[in-house]
């Protein structure tokens, strides 16, 4: 598996890189008005893809951007988690996030869009035997780039605070929070409207 994941990567670099020419104008960043829509992964390095936000654990994370100005944008974006073991008597566990942010665009390349932020999000998970409260707020600093017009990849590494409540079934409900990195190499792949 890990071998695949480094093929199809190395293709899409390579195809962005080769086949495309760099005619000024094909593949210019966002601007006022563009909306772009995207799904986030960490690639699992030991077999199989994580898939979710840093601050999220698994789940499919998906993303809208709209920009207000060229140098602005509002981020939305929802994750959803769910697994079964498929053994008798082990609980599955569900989780679902939903958050915001904003994202100020800085001067790059033609094919490079490289930006910084602060997001925030709540979530809410049940593993059968506790329920989780989460409620995060982080800064992060990114960069997209243009593989082929209006397709990207991207990659984001952020710092945040985290709150979280968590309420076992028949024990007493504990919260703690924390500050914490998101440097876990967040992929991101998307596409501009």
């Known amino acids: 598996m890990k071998k695949l994941l480094l ?5 899409i670099f390579a195809f962005g ?27 699992n390095l030991n077999g199989g893809t994580q898939f979710g936000m840093p601050e999220i654990t698994g789940g499919a994370t998906f993303m809208m951007r709209k920009f207000d100005s060229d140098t602005k944008a509002k981020r939305y974006f929802a994750n959803f988690n769910f697994a079964d073991s498929g053994v008798d008597g ?16 800085l001067t790059g390349a033609e094919r490079l869009s490289t930006y910084w932020g602060y997001h925030g999000l709540v979530g809410f998970a049940d593993s059968g035997s506790a329920t989780t409260l989460t409620l995060f707020a982080g800064v992060f600093l990114g960069a997209d780039y243009y593989i082929v017009p209006n397709v990207y990849v991207g ?39």
């Open 155 to 193: 990659m984001e590494f952020g710092y945040g605070l985290g709150i979280s409540s968590v309420d076992p079934e028949g024990g007493d409900a504990t919260t703690g929070f924390g500050l914490g990195d998101s440097v876990t190499g967040n992929f991101r792949l998307g596409f501009r409207l």
């Open 90 to 105: 082990e609980d599955s566990t569900f989780g679902i996030a939903a958050g915001m942010g904003i994202e100020n665009h």
């Open 7 to 11: 093929i199809a990567a190395l293709s």
């Open 17 to 43: 890189s080769a086949q495309i020419s760099t005619d000024a104008g094909t593949f210019t960043k966002p601007g006022a008005g563009a909306t772009m829509f995207e799904a986030q992964f960490t690639p």
